[in-house]
């Protein structure tokens, strides 16, 4: 059964069913008078709410299968995933494959769907650095201070942060690198290491900002966005338009002014200023809540994980979603600069969508399979350790 003795499993599936659903009201809310209007979406109000709707039933589909299929899974065809991964970043540049807005190639399209690479490859980065994590404590005898897999980690890194920053994905790649740095950092290679990367990165980011001259202008906008109200400003001076309407309680659901045609890409990149105009302070609050349960669950899955893959797994699923929400509601309420993100569970699209649900039943999984109804056997042929399930037991 998938909740089992874990409290946490029901505070998880409660914390993603509250943002999914509270995500499905106000995409409905922030695109109805946009999709009734327009001739591209049948003049159907409904439209986007039909799609995410479908989204979430097949989200939670995946979720309920990969809730039963033991982890170790990962482990085991980890090259195979990491492959199939990468050639999928890769397709995106392919002609009549690929699908292009507002100047970025992010999307494979299925012809039925659009499918966006970049967030597989998120999750992917995460399990690949709690496998190398794993491979790396059994190989050194428990020691993670040495240099040659954390190169090895880091040239996989860039390998797959190369492609999504030429879709252009910079906002991604900075969710990618900064999740994938804290996991190694938490995982316990030295600081002194990490911290030579530092330098590098910054300078990195200097340089990709410098060579787009459109991400400069954000930058500059993101300083003083009212001095640039009409231009590289807009979107930040209308999502604080929005926040300032919505006050303590809000204005109420499908009151939001800025929805009719002022802020754009309200349904995804924005939605959550929708939500601090129609539910206020105290729905900015509520989402705000639901993300930092569901990072702490996470955690305390890792906490009661049964090896050192299901651990780090867990650990790296909840920050690189801690950390893109985090991003997202910074970006709304113009304390980080425009990055182009959608905040996990609420914002429109499938891919999103479906692809964090999957990695909360993964979740599920490594707590189902952790802690009790797991003994720890020595493998000895093998010269490690291996867990069993106690028969009997519903965690097994």
């Given at each position: 059964?998938?909740?089992?003795?874990r409290?946490?499993n029901?505070?998880?599936?409660t914390?993603?069913?509250?943002?999914?659903?509270?995500?499905i009201v106000?995409?409905y809310?922030?695109?109805?008078?946009?999709?009734?209007?327009?001739?591209?979406?049948?003049?159907?109000?409904?439209?986007?709410l039909?799609?995410?709707?479908?989204?979430?039933?097949?989200?939670?589909?995946?979720?309920?299968?990969?809730a039963?299929?033991?982890?170790?899974?990962?482990?085991?065809h980890?090259?195979?995933?990491?492959?199939?991964?990468?050639?999928?970043?890769?397709?995106?540049f392919?002609?009549g494959?690929?699908?292009?807005?507002?100047?970025?190639?992010?999307?494979i399209?299925?012809?039925?769907?659009?499918?966006?690479?970049?967030?597989?490859?998120?999750?992917l980065?995460?399990?690949?650095?709690?496998?190398a994590?794993?491979?790396?404590?059994?190989?050194?005898?428990?020691?993670?201070?040495?240099?040659?897999?954390?190169?090895?980690?880091?040239?996989?890194?860039g390998?797959?942060?190369?492609?999504?920053?030429?879709?252009?994905?910079?906002?991604?790649?900075?969710?990618?690198?900064?999740?994938?740095?804290?996991l190694?950092?938490?995982a316990?290679?030295?600081?002194?290491v990490?911290?030579?990367?530092?330098?590098?990165?910054?300078?990195?980011?200097?340089?990709?900002?410098?060579?787009?001259?459109?991400?400069?202008?954000?930058?500059?906008?993101?300083?003083?966005?009212?001095?640039?109200a009409?231009?590289?400003?807009y979107?930040?001076?209308q999502?604080l338009?929005?926040?300032?309407?919505?006050g303590?309680?809000?204005?109420?659901?499908?009151?939001s002014?800025?929805?009719?045609?002022?802020?754009?890409?309200?349904?995804?990149?924005?939605?959550?200023s929708?939500v601090?105009?129609?539910?206020?302070?105290?729905?900015?609050?509520?989402?705000?809540?639901?993300?930092?349960v569901?990072?702490?669950?996470?955690?305390?899955?890792?906490?009661r994980a049964?090896?050192?893959?299901?651990?780090?797994?867990a650990?790296?699923?909840?920050?690189?979603?801690?950390?893109?929400a985090f991003?997202?509601?910074m970006?709304?309420?113009?304390?980080?600069?425009?990055k182009?993100m959608?905040?996990?569970?609420?914002s429109?699209g499938?891919?999103?969508?479906?692809?964090?649900?999957?990695?909360?039943?993964?979740?599920?999984?490594i707590?189902?399979?952790?802690?009790e109804?797991?003994?720890?056997?020595?493998?000895?042929?093998?010269g490690?350790?291996?867990?069993?399930?106690?028969?009997?037991?519903?965690?097994?």
């Amino acid at each position: 059964m998938i909740f089992g003795k874990r409290h946490e499993n029901m505070l998880l599936v409660t914390c993603v069913l509250t943002l999914a659903l509270i995500g499905i009201v106000m995409i409905y809310s922030a695109t109805n008078v946009m999709a009734a209007s327009s001739l591209k979406y049948g003049r159907d109000a409904a439209w986007f709410l039909k799609k995410q709707i479908l989204y979430l039933a097949l989200g939670i589909a995946v979720s309920m299968v990969l809730a039963r299929i033991d982890y170790d899974f990962y482990r085991k065809h980890m090259k195979w995933l990491m492959a199939a991964g990468f050639l999928c970043l890769l397709l995106v540049f392919v002609p009549g494959l690929r699908h292009s807005a507002n100047g970025s190639s992010r999307w494979i399209n299925l012809r039925l769907c659009l499918f966006q690479p970049s967030e597989m490859a998120k999750f992917l980065l995460i399990a690949y650095a709690a496998w190398a994590i794993d491979k790396a404590a059994v190989t050194d005898a428990g020691s993670l201070a040495t240099i040659k897999p954390y190169l090895t980690m880091m040239a996989v890194l860039g390998f797959f942060i190369l492609p999504i920053l030429r879709e252009p994905d910079f906002g991604m790649s900075v969710v990618i690198f900064v999740s994938f740095m804290t996991l190694l950092f938490i995982a316990g290679f030295p600081a002194r290491v990490l911290a030579g990367i530092v330098p590098v990165a910054i300078a990195g980011v200097v340089l990709l900002v410098k060579l787009e001259p459109y991400r400069m202008k954000r930058l500059t906008a993101f300083l003083d966005p009212f001095a640039q109200a009409s231009g590289a400003g807009y979107q930040v001076v209308q999502s604080l338009i929005a926040f300032s309407n919505g006050g303590l309680i809000g204005s109420g659901l499908g009151s939001s002014k800025q929805k009719l045609f002022y802020l754009p890409e309200m349904h995804t990149d924005y939605i959550f200023s929708v939500v601090g105009e129609e539910l206020g302070f105290l729905g900015v609050t509520a989402v705000g809540a639901c993300f930092l349960v569901l990072v702490w669950v996470g955690f305390r899955i890792a906490r009661r994980a049964r090896d050192p893959f299901g651990k780090f797994l867990a650990m790296g699923f909840s920050v690189v979603i801690g950390l893109q929400a985090f991003m997202n509601m910074m970006v709304g309420l113009s304390l980080l600069p425009p990055k182009g993100m959608v905040l996990p569970f609420l914002s429109f699209g499938g891919s999103s969508l479906i692809l964090h649900m999957a990695a909360a039943g993964i979740m599920i999984n490594i707590s189902m399979k952790g802690a009790e109804g797991i003994v720890k056997e020595t493998d000895h042929s093998r010269g490690r350790d291996r867990w069993a399930c106690i028969p009997g037991d519903s965690a097994c």
